[in-house]
């Protein structure tokens, strides 16, 4: 029996109808493809409101030298648009196709991206949303070079969801891979049941990490302290183990500053990445770094892994070994193509217990950059793969201005297809919104990242600094809580399993549906007192668990 299944017959026992029970509206479905195929699949949803699209004699396909659009009537405002297609390109060997739509207001939106190629199908799979109806639309396909395209497009497919399905769907989600359900059974030490024992049960700490990045601004700052300990279960240090904070001058290494704040993590029971070993932005390259070439800049960067890993081994749940390697190549460009590949060899060596990831940005914020398409993204772990690094995880940095959350769950479902942990590293929403705004898209992707099946980390980018944030602050200098820190409090109370109290049924038994993490359990029957603990994890079985008194 599986935990939605218990769940259901749970709300039904006592009463209730689970909200998910009377649904009827589409079902999301996240099937992705990252393989080039031969035969394209069905379209999904067999092809939504493009089902009777090639029948319809007002509908056209408007082929052009530079775009392939699809002419679009009368879509709806408020609505959520998931869309996919198969594209096969004819005249070269691939090239990244980008899918947009054109409002008749003259509004245009990210739709999606995918590489494809020739002789095979490729899956394009995104969405856009529309806040208000559009009587004429054109979804046009191009080529990211703007070369001439010749395309081949199948298996069109547009389904929209109402708001209020698009929840429903994230809900169902929660229910099924963010809880379970667990049966105690309550008996004497002869084993004989007692029914009608009190029972409380209370959630002491939860399974899913949801942390934020902190700086050293959290030393010696018993407020800040308080406040971030009181939140969260996982930490990221923004700056303090980057090459240029560690040894900002060449032989000068300093770990002071990120040994105290894992002091802090330790004390505190929170787990933390490690961010970063090295960073291909030649920006954030150590300026002294930037100076050497040859023997002298592999030696740096052999001293720079293993100082760093050698001091943090087993200290970190993650690494981000290479960071922005879609988007910049500086060691790559001066120590040859391998040279990230044997980073994450090193790593891999010298920290086996470690998960070692990618992280970039741009891959679940937009489809506009073409250096981080989520098949770009994909292509490069293919590539690491084939050169014996077997990657542990995926991050995706989430620096969002405007969500598009169709995008981001279609990228997300074609990542999961590789089936490793996705983790959004560095999530915040830019400050050139005002804070209200910020508040209302922040929700929607820690909304979208937790109730996808994919996603087994959040970690916001909100380290308090001296003078703000980088982008977003969730409360002031006084930690008083700005709007966006009222939306990380209420879905941390939403996404965490209350204060359980109940009494044994006639069987000695008592069942409850919770958040996965640890619990701990008190049972009273007469003056007899015992107390447990239990873990509630991911799986198809109900947890049974046995008390005696």
């Not at 190629?117 to 490729?122: A, D, E, H, N, T």
């Not at 099946?453 to 308090?464: D, E, Q, R, S």
């Not at 982008?471 to 359980?500: I, R, S």
Request: aromatic share 12%; net charge negative.
């Amino acid at each position: 029996m599986n935990c939605q299944f218990s769940f259901f017959l749970l709300g039904i026992f006592l009463g209730i109808v689970p909200s998910f029970a009377a649904y009827e509206g589409p079902i999301y479905d996240h099937s992705a493809y990252t393989e080039c195929k031969s035969v394209p699949e069905e379209p999904l949803y067999n092809g939504g409101i493009m089902k009777d699209y090639w029948t319809m004699e007002d509908q056209d396909i408007q082929p052009e030298k530079n775009s392939y659009s699809f002419v679009l009537n009368n879509l709806s405002g408020d609505t959520i648009y998931s869309f996919s297609s198969w594209v096969q390109i004819l005249d070269a060997d691939s090239a990244v196709i980008k899918a947009s739509l054109k409002t008749a207001n003259g509004t245009v939106k990210c739709v999606g991206n995918v590489i494809a190629r020739s002789g095979c199908w490729s899956f394009l799979k995104g969405g856009f949303v529309l806040d208000f109806p559009s009587s004429f639309a054109l979804l046009s396909f191009q080529r990211s070079d703007g070369q001439v395209l010749n395309i081949s497009i199948t298996s069109v497919s547009l389904q929209p969801f109402t708001y209020e399905q698009w929840r429903r769907n994230q809900q169902d989600m929660i229910d099924k891979k963010r809880k379970c359900t667990a049966t105690i059974h309550i008996s004497d030490v002869q084993g004989n049941r007692l029914p009608g024992a009190s029972i409380i049960v209370e959630q002491v700490s939860r399974d899913f990490p949801l942390g934020s990045a902190i700086r050293n601004t959290i030393l010696g700052n018993p407020p800040y302290q308080k406040w971030f300990k009181e939140r969260f279960n996982a930490a990221v240090f923004e700056d303090e183990l980057k090459w240029y904070s560690t040894e900002p001058q060449q032989g000068e290494v300093n770990y002071t500053i990120p040994d105290q704040m894992l002091e802090f993590v330790r004390a505190n029971q929170i787990i933390a990445r490690g961010h970063n070993i090295f960073w291909e932005d030649p920006r954030f390259v150590p300026s002294w770094v930037r100076n050497l070439t040859g023997p002298d800049l592999k030696s740096a960067v052999n001293s720079r892994i293993q100082s760093l890993i050698s001091k943090y081994k087993n200290e970190f749940i993650n690494w981000d070994v290479d960071n922005e390697m879609l988007h910049y190549d500086f060691y790559e460009q001066r120590l040859g193509t391998n040279t990230s590949l044997e980073f994450f060899k090193t790593a891999q060596d010298l920290d086996p217990l470690a998960k070692l990831f990618m992280n970039d940005y741009n891959v679940v914020e937009t489809c506009y950059d073409m250096n981080s398409t989520v098949d770009a993204y994909i292509s490069k772990l293919r590539d690491l793969k084939q050169g014996g690094v077997f990657m542990d995880g995926i991050g995706l940095e989430g620096h969002f201005t405007v969500p598009n959350p169709p995008l981001i769950r279609a990228v997300l479902d074609k990542l999961a297809t590789l089936e490793l942990p996705i983790w959004l590293t560095e999530v915040d929403i830019s400050n050139t919104l005002d804070k209200q705004t910020q508040a209302r898209y922040l929700e929607m992707v820690l909304r979208e990242g937790f109730s996808h099946p994919g996603v087994n980390g959040i970690m916001l980018w909100t380290a308090l600094h001296t003078n703000g944030c980088y982008q977003m602050c969730l409360t002031d200098n006084y930690f008083h809580n700005l709007p966006a820190g009222d939306v990380v409090d209420n879905l941390l109370k939403e996404w965490q399993t209350g204060v359980v109290n109940g009494q044994a049924d006639e069987h000695g038994s008592f069942s409850f549906s919770g958040f996965l993490g640890e619990y701990k359990i008190t049972v009273i029957f007469g003056n007899r007192t015992a107390i447990s603990t239990f873990s509630l994890y991911r799986g198809d079985e109900t947890r049974h668990l046995n008390i005696q008194l």
